[in-house]
């Protein structure tokens, strides 16, 4: 099994991309340094992918991967999509980065998702649908880093405290095999990720939405929410 550590070598990367609004993929012209390593990144949102993206960019030259069907309102997948790109406008035209960010889309078809999840509609935030669409969205990034020539792929899901690092490394490991690509297995919450990710976010006025993607997040949401306002009711009932 082929599988690349935290310590990854430390490297400089030069790199340019540039938008293609038509075909929906901003590509990287990718050009390797000696000593650092091409990385396609899978980034479920922007604000996830910030404390990543600055944990990383000194080792690695990064292209972000946004490959999200789970977002089953299309309306909200674009909003995410377009705090995806302020992202990694501001950090390129930022002058303390350390590399250029690539960026591509992966394409938007919702009904990848409800295939993959089929019959797991039922399930609560953190069960066997989870697992399977963190598997979508890992296996498409694999085998486009393996057709793309990067030399190693990750994501940036185990960012959020919800997210299980051990599913998303099992998986990750699993696909590194299969593709022959490295996965670079690091649980981004940890050292503060997730804390760092929302600081970042708020100094890049990013867009940070308030469940996971898909419509059966959106509805537990709706139900804690109601939850919480009923409970809250209570006790002012009580006072
Ligand atoms: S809750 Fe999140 S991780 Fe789980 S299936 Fe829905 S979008 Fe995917």
Request: hydrophobic share 25%; net charge neutral; aromatic share 10%.
């Amino acid at each position: 099994m082929r599988n690349v550590d935290e310590k990854g070598s430390v490297g400089s990367y030069v790199s340019h991309w540039k938008e293609d609004e038509t075909s929906h993929i901003m590509e990287g012209d990718r050009e390797k340094s000696k000593a650092g390593k091409t990385l396609l990144l899978h980034s479920c949102c922007g604000p996830c992918s910030t404390s990543v993206v600055e944990r990383l960019d000194a080792d690695y030259h990064i292209t972000i991967y946004f490959y999200n069907p789970n977002i089953t309102d299309e309306e909200e997948y674009y909003r995410r999509l377009d705090a995806q790109r302020k992202f990694i406008r501001q950090y390129n035209e930022s002058p303390d980065r350390r590399g250029l960010l690539g960026f591509m889309e992966g394409g938007y078809d919702s009904r990848e998702f409800c295939r993959a999840t089929k019959g797991m509609e039922g399930e609560k935030e953190g069960g066997r649908r989870c697992v399977e669409c963190f598997r979508l969205r890992l296996e498409k990034t694999a085998g486009q880093a393996k057709i793309l020539g990067y030399d190693c792929f990750s994501t940036t899901l185990t960012v959020s405290p919800h997210k299980s690092y051990e599913t998303v490394s099992h998986i990750g490991r699993q696909l590194s095999y299969r593709y022959g690509v490295d996965f670079l297995d690091m649980d981004f919450k940890k050292k503060d990720g997730y804390k760092r990710s929302v600081e970042l976010s708020k100094l890049h006025r990013l867009y940070r939405q308030d469940y996971c993607g898909c419509h059966f997040s959106f509805m537990e949401r709706n139900a804690v929410a109601e939850e919480k306002r009923d409970m809250e009711s209570k006790d002012e009932d009580r006072e």
